[in-house]
């Protein structure tokens, strides 16, 4: 049997992680994003609490009721040297109630990765170090991992284990995956060698063949089968997804649903490039124009989401909008009980629904947004959450997505976006996090 990936995060705990709604980044290994209920927004008035500082605010993480964890890192990309850290918060006032010391990061710049394991505790990754912390914020463990570069998050597999990546670029190496055991966060196995760089995040499969871990690369999408003591590459299993070089861009984390991965490519923009092309990763001497998201792409292409089949590597792909030069700094979402996949391009601006019923994609409609970050969807009621960033204000909108209907619209706070997470909360509300901004949205 071929694995479907047609089972959802959401239904019942996730092997591995604490009991939780959304223990880790994007809802589960699966990163579909979706969650149960809904904020039921139509017709009912958004509030916001917003908090600011000088943090790079990354992601929450439910570990239990009422017990929510943000983590993130030093936007350090000169001066002092950056660290990461994590926060226990009031779920209404976002104030800290507990915080982690300094955590090393081995002085790279990037945003890392939470999640609350079954045991407990707090698993992060920053940099090239991995900690675990206690609910306390209390340093358990911490290990400097094998590869001297930022890692791009992590993933508690089933039997507890932690896998994690470095991120490369084009003509930077390959990417080494390295699995760790969650107690002293020593080494389990050797650490496996992709046949090229990677770029976006992990995400694994549990199904009656086995467990799989996906990750897209520069040219192909790769398949990692889990073994007790080791992880072994599929290289019968590498479809390519990026074909023509001097018009697409790499692609981002993938989204495992309805029998195939999602993914988008055109995600390693100026701002990337200018990060990843320094060790350590992300530090400068001075401010450096190229960090911005808004720069033009690098790439003549049209922004595409592509949907490759689990069954056969089958690579279907559409390019929603018409601006050349796409780019994104965030994933899509398929959410199969509506037959839609959700995309965007962030560079030149654009949201759709693109309808996955068939053999081919199609446009079933368009906002005009400019989204960058993870967004939630609950198709339950059919919402979708979703930043939408205009001229130094980034704000949260929520779009019907039978229809493509904005059904509401409200303000952060926040005056920078990027692609980091949104999580949803137990009462009709979203958690918000970006750069020197984290927000609670709640509707009545």
Known sequence: ????????????????????????????????????????????????????????????????????????????????????????????????????????????????????????????INGNYIHRLDPDCRVVAERRLPVDGAHNGLLVLSDGSIVTKDLRLAGQGPSTVTRLKADGLEPLGEPLQLPEGSMGRIASDLTEDGEFIYIPGIERVWRIRVEPDRLTLDRDRAPRYRTEHGEQGLAWDGCLSDGSLWIMDNGDIDSLRAIFSRRPNGRFDGPDARLSWRRPAPWSGRQRLLRISLQDGRVDAISPFDAAGGGIIAPPVNVPELGLCIAWDSINGGLAGISTAGDDLAVAWTVDARPTMQPVVFPETGELVINDYRDGDDGLIVVDMRTGEIVSRIGTGSRLANGMFLTPGTDRDIYYCSTFAIARVQWR
Request: proline share 11%; hydrophobic share 35%; charged share 20%.
């Open 1 to 124: 049997m071929i694995e479907s990936s047609t089972a959802l995060d959401r239904a019942g705990p996730l092997p591995g992680y604490r009991s939780s709604p959304w223990p880790v980044e994007s809802g589960g290994n699966r990163r579909q994003k979706a969650a149960a209920g809904g904020v039921r927004a139509r017709g009912a008035t958004p509030r916001v609490t917003t908090r600011t500082g000088d943090r790079w605010n990354v992601m929450f993480v439910w570990r239990g009721p009422g017990e929510l964890y943000l983590g993130g890192t030093m936007p350090a990309f000169h001066g002092p040297p950056p660290f990461g850290w994590l926060q226990r918060v009031d779920p209404e006032s976002l104030e800290p109630l507990a915080e982690s010391p300094r955590l090393p990061c081995g002085d790279h710049v990037w945003c890392g990765a939470i999640a609350a394991h079954e045991s407990g505790d707090i698993v992060k």
